[in-house]
């Protein structure tokens, strides 16, 4: 998911999909992430022309239960997998609060987005991010998915790894 510009001369913006390659397959962490910037520049300027009203999700107004019912009511129907390629992985950007966040005096310590699965997308990854941490939400299909605490707890290790890459380069 990402923001589109309304196009309307507002500055309001829109939820939108994107489909972007994840180069998986690139042993080297910094690599990956230049793929992936460039895989995302490339989709963002291949989808510019499109209308934001086309591109808006559905999901962000609907519940959770409805978009999820609505979900395995399109992915039974016996043309789905003939109409569109199979995405097994959902990763998606949710923006957190922008100022700490307290109930009953005491401060929120952890925020992670509300993510769904589905037959064709069996795995959804979520980082929402607020002034003071940054959490990361997963689901997934266990038919598809047996660890994912395991899957969870290497993107951990795989952050830290690329987090020190990165500070070693901006000295």
Avoid: K, Y
Wanted: overall charge negative.
């Amino acid at each position: 998911p990402v923001l589109v510009d309304s196009g309307e001369g507002g500055g309001g913006t829109h939820v939108g999909g994107m489909f972007v390659p994840l180069p998986t397959n690139v042993d080297d962490p910094l690599r990956r992430v230049e793929l992936t910037a460039e895989a995302l520049a490339e989709a963002m300027a291949r989808d510019a022309g499109l209308p934001a009203s086309l591109e808006q999700d559905i999901a962000m107004f609907a519940p959770p239960a409805l978009t999820g019912v609505a979900g395995r009511v399109l992915d039974a129907l016996p043309h789905r997998r003939l109409l569109s390629p199979t995405i097994n992985l959902a990763v998606t950007n949710v923006p957190g609060p922008r100022r700490p966040v307290h109930l009953a005096g005491r401060p929120l310590r952890a925020s992670h987005p509300v993510l769904s699965v589905s037959d064709t997308t069996p795995l959804h990854l979520g980082v929402q991010a607020g002034p003071e941490l940054v959490g990361l939400g997963a689901v997934a299909d266990g038919a598809h998915v047996e660890d994912l605490v395991g899957l969870v707890d290497a993107a951990a290790v795989e952050l830290e790894e690329l987090i020190g890459l990165l500070g070693a380069g901006s000295d």
